[in-house]
């Protein structure tokens, strides 16, 4: 009765765990999600005329604005190439529809987003590590180098430069995914990889989900010429366009002269949090579990000292209300045994304190 496509499909386990993180006590360290504190408010009326049907391509202030941040970035991406997402999640969906039979090779990061893997998996790709295989012959490299989901890390300024250099010669298409980039508590090298792929074939997206608001869904992507509009069509085809009443708030938020200062705060607030967590992290996985602290992003990345498998302790540490991701879901291959990854964005210093505490005495009981 089913596609065959659907025999692989297996709900994302973020988002099973998203369900029980709103039972009353429980600390998650498990989803991307920003701090409640951090969502702002909205109070503006609806004009009517953003209640009709738009553009499949999104609201032209909007393309235009997202342009200008763009083209600050060195990305070559006239407001002509700029595509409004319904998150940036969509646009994974697009390129791998774009990209992908079943077979089809995608180099990607090990480990890499899982729910990257999900869709990628879902059309059929294959995977090999984009840090270690030879590109010729593979169609699409997917990476997420600028405080990667889920290890934390930035590439430096050499791997980026190597990574396009190689892609322009093998003719392999980058899809640059850039959620977490303005959230950077250290300095590190942002220049986007598409900024040195004049001529290449390229897919560059960020999204609002991180420095605004998730519930809009909204998110951007800009293409080289070669793929822009095939990418457009198969967005008519998905959803025809995205909410414009979220593009109307996302568009007066960013345009607003206190947009600078917000983004300054949060990241100011959320280096607090990183910083809290490092604390807490220290006082009880000192001797569990080594990790580089994050220079951006959202996530820790754990390694055991013992490697157990992280999905066998789920269900205790829910029970002992503390939720995590475990880290053998974000392999593009056999799972990397002994991981796990740590949301430091959503709970509170001392609600942190209590979940890594308990985190840590489940870890001691099963080594
Ligand atoms: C690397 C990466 N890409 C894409 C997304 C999807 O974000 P959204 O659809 O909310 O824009 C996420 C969310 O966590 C992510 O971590």
């Given at each position: 009765m089913f596609s065959q496509r659907i025999d692989?499909?297996?709900?994302?386990?973020?988002?099973?765990?998203?369900?029980?993180?709103?039972?009353?006590?429980?600390?998650s360290f498990a989803g991307g999600l920003p701090a409640t504190d951090a969502l702002p408010s909205w109070s503006g009326a609806v004009p009517p005329a953003l209640l009709q049907y738009g553009r499949s391509e999104g609201e032209p202030e909007l393309r235009a604005a997202v342009s200008d941040?763009?083209?600050?970035?060195?990305?070559?991406?006239?407001?002509?190439?700029?595509?409004?997402?319904?998150?940036?999640?969509?646009g994974i969906d697009l390129t791998a529809k774009l990209f992908v039979d079943p077979g089809t090779t995608v180099a990607v990061e090990y480990p890499t987003?899982?729910?990257?893997?999900q869709v990628l998996r879902f059309y059929g790709a294959e995977f090999a590590d984009i840090a270690t295989s030879a590109l010729e012959r593979v169609p699409l490299g997917y990476v997420v180098p600028t405080f990667a989901n889920p290890t934390g890390a930035c590439m430096s300024e050499t791997e980026r430069d190597r990574l396009a250099e190689t892609c322009l010669r093998t003719g392999t298409a980058v899809f640059e995914d850039d959620p977490y980039r303005e959230l950077a508590y250290e300095p590190c090298d942002r220049t986007p990889i598409v900024a040195r792929m004049v001529g290449g074939t390229?897919?560059?997206?960020?999204?609002?989900?991180?420095?605004?608001?998730?519930?809009?869904?909204?998110?951007?992507?800009?293409?080289?010429?070669?793929?822009?509009?095939?990418?457009?069509?198969?967005?008519?085809?998905?959803?025809?366009?995205?909410?414009?009443l979220s593009q109307r708030i996302v568009f007066d938020a960013i345009t607003d002269p206190g947009w600078p200062a917000r983004l300054a705060g949060l990241v100011s607030f959320y280096r607090s949090r990183r910083d809290a967590f490092e604390g807490s992290l220290r006082?009880?996985?000192?001797?569990?579990?080594?990790?580089?602290?994050?220079?951006?992003?959202?996530?820790?990345?754990?390694?055991?000292?013992?490697?157990?498998?992280?999905?066998?302790?789920?269900?205790d540490a829910i029970e002992n209300r503390v939720a995590f991701m475990p880290g053998e879901e974000f392999s593009p291959g056999q799972p990397d045994i002994g991981t796990m990854r740590l949301n430091f964005s959503h709970a509170s210093a001392d609600d942190t304190e209590r979940g890594l505490r308990t985190l840590a005495r489940i870890l001691a009981r099963a080594s």
């Open positions: 692989g499909l297996r709900p994302s386990p973020i988002r099973s765990i998203l369900n029980v993180i709103e039972r009353p006590g429980m600390v941040s763009l083209r600050a970035l060195g990305v070559d991406a006239p407001p002509e190439r700029v595509m409004i997402l319904s998150g940036s999640q969509q987003y899982l729910a990257a893997l390229w897919i560059y997206q960020g999204s609002f989900s991180k420095t605004f608001a998730p519930g809009l869904r909204l998110g951007y992507l800009a293409a080289s010429e070669d793929l822009f509009e095939h990418l457009v069509a198969i967005k008519q085809a998905t959803d025809l366009h995205s909410s414009r006082r009880h996985f000192d001797g569990l579990a080594t990790w580089d602290t994050p220079p951006g992003g959202l996530f820790y990345w754990l390694r055991l000292q013992r490697p157990i498998d992280t999905r066998t302790l789920l269900a």
